[in-house]
């Protein structure tokens, strides 16, 4: 039947007809919020490219994440800003460190919060890279042991899960291994399975204090054409132990979401990165875009695409709305 016996418009006349037919929801409980970890005491720092993001001592980190999870957002993912850099990323794997001391707080202090740790080199490496360097390559094998060894101490400091984001070839197993002969065989492991080399970080790199010194990531994160070597990338991290697979960032990549959730039974993460926030925010204080529409719009088309999870920095403004 054509029109006019057919009118779509008929059911999208008042919004108690259009919530009745709406094909995707948003809710709280599908946002995790990421959040920045320095050293000190009362820290609350902005971030100047990302308002209204901070970097938190570990004493008012506890109280922010209270207030999350009271919005109904169930987990956190941490960024750890280290005292010290230096070219073996110590901190990264120091039982003392900065997101360990977190992670036991958190553990402590906010029961029932979903602590997420990113796993990473670049926030603890001197030279802001993702693994080990020799002279201008980013090493890969000889890596794989460090990250590894965070995982596992973010593990014993509590974590519910590791979030390996550093794209280096084989690190799903080799934090797999490392975990369960230590008997963390019940840590899940989140994998950042498809990272583009994206220009959508700048902001963020203010944030962990992670920009590389010298050259880029595009030796190991994925160039922003390629879409089947997405699909290789994924079925790598399940062979090797992934529990929930991740695309970053997620607004310019939802035909990747929606090719994954497609094709693989398994939980769907998508990361709204440092750039989408900053440029939506942007255009909202300068009066360019209506900032609680469009953030809204852009976080359900991150769920029509498929994501189960969405990482936001967004994830407090809207769940505010969503209440
Ligand atoms: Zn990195």
């Known amino acids: 039947m054509t029109f006019p016996a057919t009118r779509p418009r008929r ?20 946002f995790i919020y990421p959040l920045f970890v320095c050293p000190g005491e009362g820290v609350k720092k902005e971030i100047s490219s990302m308002p209204g993001n901070y970097q938190w001592s570990v ?29 073996r990323a110590t901190s990264a794997y120091d039982d003392y460190g900065v997101v360990q001391e977190a992670v036991r707080a958190l553990k402590r202090e906010v029961p029932g919060v979903l602590v997420i740790t990113d796993v990473c080199l670049c926030e603890y490496t001197a030279n802001g890279h993702c693994g ?3 002279g201008d390559e980013i090493l890969n094998d000889e890596s794989l042991e ?58 963020f790199r203010e944030a962990a204090e992670s920009a590389p010194a010298f ?6 994160q994925m160039d922003p054409a390629n879409a089947l070597e997405a699909l290789r990338e994924v079925d790598l991290d399940i062979e090797e132990g992934a529990d929930i697979l991740m695309v970053k960032p997620a607004g310019p990549y939802l035909d990747i979401i929606r090719m994954i959730r497609d094709r693989y ?16 925010t942007a255009a ?32 407090k403004d809207a769940a505010k709305l969503l209440s």
């Open 146 to 203: 460090l990250l590894a060894m965070s995982a596992l101490s973010h593990a014993k400091a509590g974590a519910d899960i590791v979030a390996p984001s550093d794209m280096m070839d084989g690190r799903v197993k080799a934090i797999r291994t490392l975990l369960d002969k230590n008997g963390y065989q019940n840590t899940p492991i989140l994998s950042y399975a498809v990272k583009y080399a994206s220009g959508y970080y700048g902001p």
């Open 59 to 87: 004493d008012r980190l506890v109280e922010e994440v209270r207030s999350v999870k009271a919005l109904g957002i169930p987990g956190i993912i941490l960024f750890g800003i280290p005292e010290k850099k230096d070219d």
């Open 132 to 134: 080990l360097v020799k």
């Open 265 to 280: 039974p398994y939980p769907v993460a998508a990361y709204q990165v440092s750039g989408e926030f900053s440029a939506l």
């Open 11 to 30: 059911l999208r006349m008042n919004e108690v007809i259009r919530t009745m037919v709406r094909e995707t929801r948003l809710s709280p409980d599908q």
């Open 284 to 315: 909202g204080k300068l009066g360019w875009l209506d900032l609680p529409r469009t953030m809204m719009e852009s976080l359900i088309g991150i769920r029509r695409a498929g994501a189960d999870i969405i990482l936001t920095y967004f994830a």
């Open 215 to 220: 050259g880029d990531r595009r030796s190991h």
